[in-house]
């Protein structure tokens, strides 16, 4: 073990690629970012061109090397997901990448898979439902809508193994990122579920399987050359970019819940035992014995963007000062947040935003209030979910750009009634990788590294009403269910959207 360097993390984002120096005590040191967007080809696709991954991390590595003062002694990888980037034999990428639970074009595929398998053994074998998130239903749109595509198709990366192949040249996947291939993963059995692999991956050959901070390999020489990397230190496998931030900010123990506010909402609560439930997300954990519930919300700093667009772009804090003089309630207006579809508890890509209560009296401030909270309404349909599925939630830690401001935390512990910790770091998925490349040539400790700054307390004098919007809320999407649909069948029909649409929308 080196009790002396420096160590680079590097994560994919929605909306970037942010890279981090940080020396073995955990200092970040440097950070560079280079922003991105998604492409939208059609209603419901969103991909990703998966050759400007390794692009960017190039451009990230060049800059971060140049700028270290001490030997660059290892590299942490993470990124969004669960991603779909397929390779023809060569490892070249043979279209665009399809990206998470925001990406909702296997609808079609879910449904013949749940029939064709059943919902019941599939969430017994991966642990979820099929949804929007889950790899599987998306390899088999493949195998339906391009087959020359998947005629050719060898290989199976996700971001941080992408980056990890180009660093290393060597192929795997990590546990926690496999966990969401559903059903392709045995959460039971921690490997390949082979008696239905073949039913989905063709010619692909499936990822060797390692846990998120192994090391899969050592730069090589002719990673060296581009990214100015010292060549042969060693690269961790790396995962998702949401289970590398709730390493950033060790909550990792049973009973912890990590809320990632950003593009979209994000929520891991870590157990110690197997959990499953058909609103959620059951996964492998990022550490080896653990296991989580996992959440996600289809938008949340996204509609604050969308918002700030319509308002003509003016400054996140002189919106963030209009929405604190609006009061709690946002003057009556009640926002649901499924501008994109939604993700957990519902589980449904058709479904669509509505605001409530609008009258020409509102200004912005009152919108963007409701927007905030929206997005609290959400985090607390999942934590009953949670809660009511058997999860242990004994410790809060909020994370991500969205918790740089006091408003947005401090409405969600006033509608959750949750008293949130925040981390001295919030950088996130990018601090966690490097805190696992640091595992790789040092022992550090998460607590040391990352304290906590501050808490955020619930205000008991708004419970009440926040009690009553939430019956609202929760009334809200059923009473409107039916036209939402109808919009979305009407919105489908549409050929194609805006290309390149911009999501660097939620790190206020």
């Not at 058909?278 to 919300?297: E, H, K, Q, R, S």
């Amino acid at each position: 073990m080196t009790s002396s360097g420096v160590v680079i993390g590097v994560d994919i984002g929605t909306s970037s690629t942010k890279g981090v120096l940080v020396d073995l005590a955990g200092h970040v040191l440097h950070t560079v970012i280079k922003e991105h967007s998604v492409q939208r080809p059609h209603p419901g696709h969103v991909e990703m061109d998966g050759s400007l991954w390794w692009e960017e991390f190039q451009h990230i590595s060049r800059e971060l090397v140049a700028l270290a003062e001490a030997p660059i002694v290892s590299v942490g990888v993470s990124g969004m997901g669960p991603c779909l980037l397929v390779t023809d034999k060569n490892k070249v990428p043979l279209r665009p990448a399809i990206l998470y639970g925001v990406d909702t074009r296997a609808t079609g595929q879910i449904d013949r898979l749940n029939a064709q398998l059943g919902s019941d053994a599939i969430l017994d074998v991966g642990g979820s439902s099929l949804s929007s998130q889950a790899v599987g239903p998306k390899l088999a749109w493949l195998e339906e809508n391009e087959p020359g595509v998947w005629s050719r198709a060898r290989f199976l990366f996700m971001p941080a193994s992408w980056l990890a192949w180009n660093l290393t040249d060597q192929y795997g996947l990590d546990h926690q990122s496999a966990s969401q291939c559903t059903p392709l993963y045995d959460t039971r059995t921690l490997q390949w579920h082979e008696p239905w692999t073949d039913l989905f991956r063709g010619s692909i050959k499936l990822p060797p399987l390692l846990w998120p901070g192994q090391k899969i390999g050592a730069v090589t020489d002719a990673a060296a050359a581009v990214t100015g990397l010292p060549a042969g230190i060693p690269v961790i496998t790396g995962t998702i970019d949401a289970w590398s931030e709730a390493l950033s900010i060790g909550a990792q123990t049973p009973g912890d819940l990590m809320l990632m506010y950003g593009t979209t909402m994000f929520l891991i609560n870590t157990s110690e035992i197997r959990v499953t439930h058909p609103a959620l997300w059951g996964t492998v954990g990022a550490l080896p014995g653990t296991w989580n519930f996992a959440a996600g919300m289809a938008t949340s700093g996204a509609i604050t963007a969308w918002l700030r667009e319509l308002f003509g772009s003016p400054d996140y804090a002189e919106l963030l000062h209009e929405a604190a003089s609006s009061p709690p309630g946002s003057r009556g207006l009640l926002m649901l947040p499924y501008f994109a579809g939604e993700r957990t508890p519902i589980s449904d890509p058709k479904a669509r935003g509505v605001i409530a209560g609008l009258t020409i009296e509102h200004g912005r401030g009152d919108l963007y209030r409701a927007a905030l909270e929206a997005t609290a309404f959400g985090i607390r349909h999942n934590v009953e979910q949670m809660r009511s599925a058997g999860a242990v939630i004994t410790r809060i830690v909020a994370v991500g750009g969205g918790t740089q401001g006091d408003l947005w935390t401090q409405i969600v512990s006033d509608v959750t009634g949750l008293e949130q910790e925040i981390p001295r770091i919030t950088i996130g998925a990018s601090f966690g990788a490097a805190f696992l490349a640091a595992g790789l040539v040092s022992s550090p400790d998460i607590t040391a590294w990352n304290p906590v700054k501050s808490r955020v307390i619930p205000n008991p004098a708004v419970s009440g009403l926040y009690d009553d919007l939430f019956a609202d809320y929760l009334s809200l999407y059923p009473a409107t269910l039916e036209i939402s649909h109808r919009r979305s069948a009407l919105q489908s029909q549409q050929t194609s959207c805006t290309p390149n649409t911009p999501t660097s929308l939620g790190r206020q």
